[in-house]
C-alpha cells in the first residue's frame, strides 16, 4: 500500500466515522420531546463499536464454526444483533430517561452504527486482496452507504421493540416484544447479507439489492415518524386528563404536545425555567402512561414518581398563577 493510498484510506474512515456519528447525533435531535442522556447515546454507540464486535465474533466463532451457507449468514446476523441489543436492553431496564420506543430506536441505530464503524476498519485491514488497495476508499463509501445503514436500520427496529417491550405489561409480552424485534432484525440483516453474497458469488444481479435501500430507509424513516406520532398523542391524552383534574393549567395541552408551540418563547417568559418546565410535563406525561400499563403490585411504587413530578410542575407553575398585574406571559 502506497503513502498516497494509505492517507486515502485513513482519510474515508475518518470521514465515514464522522458521518456515522453525525447520523446518530441527528436521531438524537430528532427525539424531539425527551431527548436521552447524550453520554448514553454515546456510551451505546462505544458498546457497539468496542464490545459487540468482539462478542459477536468470538460467540459465532465457537458455535456456528460448522454452518455454511444462507443459514451461517443469518446465524451471523442473530448474533450481531443479539450482542448490539444487549446494551439497549440494559439501558431500558437500569436507566430512568428511557420512556419509549422512539428512545429504544435512537439507542439500537447508535449501537448498530458504531458496530458499522469497527466494522469498516476491520474490513479495509485484513479483507483487501492484494494489489486492489487502491480501491480501498470507494469500498469504505460504498460499505458507509448502504452495509453500515443496514446496521442501523436492523438495529434501530431492534431497540424500537424493546421500546415497546418497555411500556408493556407482563413479563411474557415484555420477552414477545423483544423477540420480535430480534426476528425482525435479523431478518433484515441476514436477508441483506445473503442478497449482497449472491451478488458477489455472481449468483443473483445486483440492482435487486441496491433497489431495497430506498425501501428499507423508508421503513426506517416511517417508523420514526411513526413512534414519534404516538409520542405525540400520549403526551396530549395524559396532559389532558392532568388538566381535567385541574392539576396543570388548560394551556399546557396546547402547547406542550407540539414541538413548535413548545419552543418558542411566549408561553413561558425564562428560557432556563422553560425548559425544565417543558421536559418536567413531558416526563410526567410519560411516567403517568407507562405506571396505567403497570401490573397493580408495580404501579404503587410507581405512582410516587408522577406524584413527585407533579409537585415539581406545580412548584413552578405557582408564581405564574394569573394575577391583576401580571401581563406579560402569553400562555399561547
Same mark, same amino acid.
Given at each position: 500500500m502506497t503513502a498516497l493510498i494509505a492517507i486515502a484510506t485513513a482519510t474515508g474512515l475518518l470521514v465515514s466515522t464522522a458521518l456515522l456519528v453525525a447520523v446518530v447525533l441527528f436521531l438524537w435531535w430528532l427525539d424531539r420531546y425527551d431527548r436521552e442522556p447524550l453520554v448514553l447515546v454515546a456510551s451505546v454507540f %462505544?458498546?457497539?463499536?468496542?464490545? %459487540?464486535?468482539?462478542?459477536?465474533?468470538?460467540?459465532?466463532?465457537?458455535?456456528t464454526a460448522m454452518i455454511d451457507g444462507p443459514l451461517g449468514t443469518i446465524a451471523a446476523a442473530a448474533v450481531e444483533e443479539l450482542f448490539k441489543a444487549f446494551a439497549v436492553v440494559m439501558v431500558a431496564r437500569y436507566s430512568a430517561e428511557f420512556d419509549s420506543p422512539t428512545d429504544g430506536l435512537v439507542y439500537g441505530t447508535a449501537a448498530g452504527l458504531g458496530f458499522a464503524c469497527t466494522e469498516n476498519l476491520l474490513i479495509v485491514l485484513g479483507r483487501v486482496p492484494s494489489g486492489l488497495e487502491s480501491l480501498i476508499p470507494a469500498l469504505v463509501l460504498q460499505r458507509t452507504l448502504f452495509s453500515a445503514g443496514v446496521h442501523g436500520l436492523a438495529s434501530g427496529i431492534v431497540?424500537?421493540?424493546?421500546?415497546? *417491550? +418497555?411500556?408493556?405489561?407482563?413479563?411474557? =409480552?415484555? =420477552?414477545?416484544?423483544?423477540?420480535?424485534?430480534? !426476528? =425482525?432484525?435479523?431478518?433484515? +440483516?441476514?436477508?441483506?447479507?445473503?442478497?449482497?453474497?449472491?451478488?458477489?458469488?455472481?449468483?443473483?444481479?445486483?440492482?435487486?439489492?441496491? *433497489? *431495497?435501500?430506498p425501501v428499507l430507509y423508508g421503513v426506517y424513516v416511517g %417508523?420514526?415518524?411513526?413512534?414519534?406520532?404516538?409520542? +405525540?398523542? =400520549? !403526551?396530549?391524552d395524559q396532559l389532558e386528563q392532568e388538566a381535567s383534574l385541574q392539576l396543570v393549567p388548560p394551556w399546557v395541552v396546547d402547547v406542550i404536545p407540539f414541538y413548535r408551540r413548545r419552543i418558542r418563547s411566549e408561553w413561558w417568559p425564562r428560557r432556563a425555567e422553560r425548559v425544565v418546565l417543558s421536559r418536567l410535563l413531558t416526563r410526567l406525561a410519560?411516567?403517568?402512561?407507562?405506571t396505567s400499563r403497570l401490573p397493580e403490585d408495580e404501579a404503587g411504587l410507581a405512582s410516587l414518581e408522577v406524584v413527585q413530578l407533579r409537585g415539581r410542575v406545580r412548584r413552578m407553575l405557582e408564581p405564574a398563577a394569573p394575577s391583576p398585574d401580571d401581563a406579560n406571559v402569553n400562555h399561547l
Open positions: %462505544a458498546w457497539g463499536a468496542g464490545v %459487540a464486535p468482539v462478542m459477536s465474533v468470538m460467540s459465532f466463532s465457537a458455535a431497540g424500537g421493540f424493546v421500546g415497546l *417491550a +418497555h411500556l408493556s405489561r407482563g413479563a411474557l =409480552i415484555k =420477552i414477545g416484544w423483544t423477540l420480535a424485534g430480534l !426476528l =425482525i432484525g435479523t431478518a433484515f +440483516h441476514g436477508g441483506w447479507n445473503a442478497a449482497l453474497l449472491s451478488t458477489v458469488s455472481g449468483s443473483g444481479e445486483r440492482w435487486p439489492v441496491w *433497489a *431495497a435501500m %417508523a420514526f415518524c411513526l413512534f414519534l406520532r404516538w409520542e +405525540h398523542g =400520549i !403526551l396530549r410519560f411516567r403517568r402512561y407507562q
